[in-house]
């Protein structure tokens, strides 16, 4: 093999690991992402999620992140983008959605909260789901 630089990656380097990014989840077929843009047209944040399925269901969207800037969180967008998600993945013909979130009460509290005012349903917080009225409840706007 010939000689490797590896080096931790900077601010710099956000175009490149986005094309990288980019160029995985198209060869697995998984890439489905939007961006939030309130009004005045400046974006605040992103959503990331996948199709897959599940052996119990069948068809599922897993939702791998929910990202909106501090400064805009706390006004309705996380809201506004997790029930738009919700509607993507009835439109799509998903029967559940899924996400994980790390049960760290100590410095994720506010978005355990966030997830569990949507009823999601696990006892230990790690992998929740909606699915079937409490999916369709969710994706009303």
């Not at 399925?53 to 809201?79: A, F, M, V």
Request: glycine share 8%; charged share 30%.
């Amino acid at each position: 093999m010939d000689d490797i630089n590896i080096r931790a990656a900077t601010v710099e380097d956000s175009d490149i690991l986005f094309g990288l990014l980019k160029d995985m989840r198209e060869g697995e077929g998984r890439l489905e992402a939007f961006v939030v843009t309130p009004e005045d047209n400046e974006p605040i944040g992103f959503a990331t999620y996948f199709f897959g399925y599940n052996g119990d269901c069948g068809r599922i969207l897993y939702l791998e992140d929910i990202y909106i800037k501090p400064e805009h969180r706390s006004k309705g967008y996380g809201t506004t983008v997790f029930k738009y998600v919700a509607k993507v993945t009835l439109e799509r013909s998903a029967r559940r959605m899924e996400w994980c979130i790390m049960n760290y009460p100590s410095w994720n509290s506010k978005t355990i909260e966030f997830y569990k005012k949507f009823n999601s349903i696990d006892d230990n917080l790690k992998q929740l789901y909606l699915h079937g009225d409490v999916l369709k409840k969710c994706a009303q706007f």
